[in-house]
């Protein structure tokens, strides 16, 4: 009775003990909510205070001008939107973390009474020792006080640190906003000053001769893309016929990445033709079947690897229960084959990517390897019935159909040696980057297992099959507008949305495509092949075949126009922080400039970085030293009436202009960026931290810079330009802040810090999406030299900045038409494309918004929006590359 006595006293004490902490916390805790709800109520009170009185100063200011255009009106009204939504987006920042909170504190209250529960649920049990009980009762009962008192600390902490945690955000979210207001305060400022220029410019354009509407764009049912395959993202390029039924499509891309032959096109191709019909003849998702492999850092899942299994199975999806009036579509890029049949006589075969597994007898066509024979497709698609359209399109060498046309080839055919193809042996004269392959995979010979049995064939659909070239000739990949595609599949796209239409006209637009191809390639030698069943031959009787075609892709010089480009574009390649779309960029851009604007090509030079392992001419690396030399090559000797044209793809990143801290500069960063600093500091800034440790970063040297270009220092380059000449420059990079432009859009040199979190990456190596954006450690020195900071004068010339997005913006790269690109880069190419190379300034920009908003709706990923700054003397009536 005395030790049940003392353990009943025991636990009566605990359990007092632990009440009495319980009501302590409890008390501290609501101590605690209550200072939190008072910070959040004084922060958000004194940020809608401000916002609201800043607010009204500025419709104060919008109202002193009666002469203000409703548009320029909207802009304000659109951009004191944005301050509300900030405010908002605070407020709910503020009851996130406070809904956090109380999660928590709820957790640990309920672990304090579930401990009670146990000391209270502690007593000697039937047959139990009193003494083991009791001194298992005062050993839990030690054990309770030393949690309860490490739970109280640990709470007083999270409290203290959620406190400190929201007063630091409610400071950066209130700094955040008050940049905002401070932009918008700035730029209204001079709205009055800008509107009235801009009425001035339109009163004297209308005395002078009229002027097209900027709503007057070219309509997009006439463009030549460049590229073409996803020009149906802005508007679908073709209707749909009036008597379709039912579609349906395969399409198949082989890059053989695991094997020692791959192709780096093809998976392009497949890209851009899957583009082409789901965003362009509009196809639905459940319409097409779409089997590619992908590549080593990206690979497919099995069942849309294109096997031969799979491939075969495919067929029989795309040919069975297909009635009269449907459409069947068919594509093939990757590798063509002629399999041994016997001495000197051969079979055509497609090669699947696991080719070289062993095969059954079943599945090997008696060679041992797995292949998909031409033969056998021609068999599937003898199945479909009359009043169904089917169309073939194979990018591969020996691509055509047996039993197919008037002069149709036999399945087993006799066939004498090819000849190497006529770009053997050229890849050391071309650039890196250049390098073509042949479409045609040679294996060893097997001995055959036996004769294969071949049964005729024979068509009542209506088919049409394009092959890549003839029987004799080789057909190639190789890169076009700066992507790595078969020279047939790009010639074939253009064709359909350019100009549809008949079998002759499709044929005879190919042609002329690879024609225009072939003047820069002039060992490019392939003609491509249509094959017709007797209901297409008989449907093409009586048609004019279309001999020749305009030249659609190029824009004449202006006469007595001098014109040079620079062009950069930086993956950072062997940096931790990395880009994979600024080179390709850069190529489409160089593309452009060369075959449709045909610039000389010693009139423009390329500054890329390589990530493919090839030597870059050390003229050709974008360092600092290059593209400043590079900038002064671009500007010197410039003549009035003279067109200069400067992109920049790559990183943009903000530094302090003083050791301070406060203001910050916007810079273009080089490729050897941090070549002068120490490499042990810049590797322990760079490297990450073991999993669950903080990030320590060490004290920064003090007489280190890094190589970086200003922005100020790239307006400084752009007043050498004279009056009268024109400058176009494309920044698809972040803060493309370019100061002093004209007095109505004068943006300072300076700006508060856009605020962007920590940027891990390492982990975004891991990502095919990437922003364009840099944050470097701040060092304590000046970047820009104090001579660039002098009285600023506003550029002579015509100025047409076409920039990636606003300041506060991260401009974005991202998988498209079977590569990574720019965002901007992309759509700017677009936009020059839909007005047929001929379109306005003020064309160019609403093309950008609106193919940079039908973006947004298939990559939530985008919030950038294009924006436009022009030079005094320059106008949006002018021409794009004028």
């Not at 330009?721 to 802040?737: I, Q, R, W």
């Amino acid at each position: 009775s005395a030790s049940d006595a003392a353990s009943s006293t025991l636990a009566t004490e605990a359990e007092r003990h632990l009440a009495k902490n319980l009501a302590a916390l409890q008390e501290q805790l609501t101590a605690q909510s209550e200072v939190i709800a008072t910070q959040r109520v004084q922060a958000e009170a004194a940020s809608m205070s401000e916002m609201q009185k800043q607010v009204e100063e500025l419709r104060q200011q919008l109202q002193t001008s009666s002469t203000v255009p409703e548009e320029r009106l909207n802009q304000v009204a659109q951009d004191l939107a944005e301050s509300v939504r900030i405010t908002d987006i605070l407020s709910q920042k503020i009851e996130a973390v406070e809904r956090q909170f109380t999660l928590e504190l709820s957790s640990h209250k309920e672990d304090v009474v579930q401990k009670l529960q146990v000391v209270r649920e502690v007593s000697p049990k039937d047959g139990e020792d009193p003494g083991v009980s009791q001194a298992r009762l005062e050993e839990m009962i030690g054990t309770a006080l030393e949690r309860t008192e490490h739970l109280e600390q640990s709470l007083v902490a999270m409290t203290n640190g959620h406190s400190s945690k929201i007063s630091s955000e409610v400071s950066d979210a209130h700094a955040y906003l008050q940049a905002e207001i401070n932009d918008l305060k700035s730029r209204s400022t001079s709205c009055e000053t800008r509107l009235l220029e801009e009425l001035a410019r339109v009163s004297e354009a209308m005395q002078g001769r009229p002027t097209q509407p900027v709503s007057a764009l070219r309509p997009f049912e006439q463009v030549r893309s460049v590229p073409a395959a996803l020009r149906g993202m802005v508007q679908s390029a073709l209707p749909l016929p009036p008597d379709i039924k039912n579609r349906k499509a395969l399409i198949i891309g082989c890059s053989y990445f695991d094997s020692n032959a791959p192709l780096l096109g093809a998976f392009n191709n497949a890209w851009n033709v899957l583009s082409l019909l789901r965003h362009t003849l509009q196809f639905s998702e459940s319409q097409v079947r779409f089997l590619v492999d992908g590549s080593k850092n990206c690979p497919m899942p099995q069942q849309r690897r294109p096997t031969a299994a799979v491939i075969t199975e495919s067929l029989q999806w795309l040919t069975q229960d297909v009635q009269p009036g449907d459409s069947i579509f068919l594509y093939f890029s990757g590798y063509g084959l002629l399999l041994p049949h016997g001495v000197g006589t051969f079979e055509s075969c497609l090669v699947p990517i696991d080719y070289a597994a062993m095969a059954s007898q079943k599945d090997d066509l008696g060679s041992g390897y797995r292949l998909i024979s031409l033969m056998d497709v021609s068999i599937a698609l003898s199945s479909l019935p009359a009043g169904c359209n089917a169309t073939v399109v194979l990018d591969c060498c020996h691509s055509s159909l047996p039993g197919l046309g008037a002069k149709s080839q036999p399945a087993i055919f006799q066939w004498a040696q090819m000849q190497p193809p006529a770009f053997s042996g050229l890849e050391e004269d071309l650039p890196v980057g250049l390098h073509p392959r042949a479409r045609r995979l040679v294996l060893p010979s097997v001995p055959l297992a036996g004769p294969r049995t071949m049964q005729a064939t024979s068509f009542d659909c209506s088919l049409t099959c394009f092959s890549a070239c003839q029987q004799a000739q080789w057909c190639a990949e190789l890169p076009i507008e700066g992507v790595i595609q078969g020279a047939f599949t790009w010639a074939w796209v253009k064709a359909v949305v350019a100009n549809g239409g008949s079998t002759s006209q499709m044929k005879g637009s190919i042609e002329a495509h690879l024609a225009d191809l072939q003047k820069r390639y002039r060992w490019l030698d392939q003609k491509p092949q249509v094959q017709m069943s007797k209901v297409v031959e008989q449907q093409e009787l009586g048609r004019v075949e279309a001999t020749s075609l305009p030249d659609i892709m190029r824009k004449p010089l202006t006469p007595n126009v001098r014109r040079k480009a620079l062009i950069v574009g930086i993956n950072y390649t062997g940096s931790h922080a990395r880009l994979k779309g600024a080179v390709n960029d850069a190529w489409n851009m160089y593309t452009m400039l060369r075959q449709s604007l045909l610039l000389d090509d010693d009139r423009i030079r390329l500054l890329v970085d390589s990530d493919s392992g090839n030597k870059i001419s050390p003229a050709q690396v974008p360092s600092k030293a290059n593209i400043l030399m590079n900038l002064q090559w671009l500007m010197e000797g410039a003549q009035p009436g003279d067109s200069l044209v400067l992109v920049f793809c790559g990183f943009g990143t903000q530094h302090p202009k003083d050791p301070a801290g406060k203001e910050h500069e916007a810079f273009l960063v080089p490729s050897d960026y941090a070549e002068d600093i120490p490499k042990e500091w810049w590797s322990q800034v760079t490297s990450p931290a073991p999993p669950g440790v903080p990030k320590t970063v060490p004290k920064p040297p003090s007489n280190a810079a890094y190589r970086l270009i200003s922005m100020l220092e790239l307006n400084r380059f752009i007043t050498q330009v004279p009056s009268g000449a024109t400058l176009t420059t494309v920044l698809d990079c972040a803060y493309p802040a370019l100061p002093g432009v004209s007095p109505g859009c004068n943006l300072p040199p300076t700006f508060q810090r856009v605020q962007r979190g920590r940027v891990d990456y390492d982990k975004m190596l891991d990502f095919v999406t990437r922003p364009r954006f840099l944050e470097l450690p701040p060092l304590p020195v000046q970047h820009t030299m104090p001579q660039i900071w002098k009285p600023q004068t506003f550029p002579a010339c015509k100025l047409h900045c076409f920039c990636a997005g606003r300041l506060q913006e991260w401009p974005s790269e991202l998988p498209l038409e079977g590569t990574v690109q720019g965002t901007f880069s992309w759509a700017f190419a677009k936009a020059f494309a839909a007005g047929e190379l001929r379109c306005s300034v003020a064309q160019q920009q609403q093309a950008l918004e609106a193919i940079t908003a039908e973006l947004k709706q298939h990559f939530q990923g985008v919030e950038q929006s294009p924006s436009l700054m022009l030079s005094q003397s320059a106008s949006t009536s002018d021409s794009v590359f004028a």
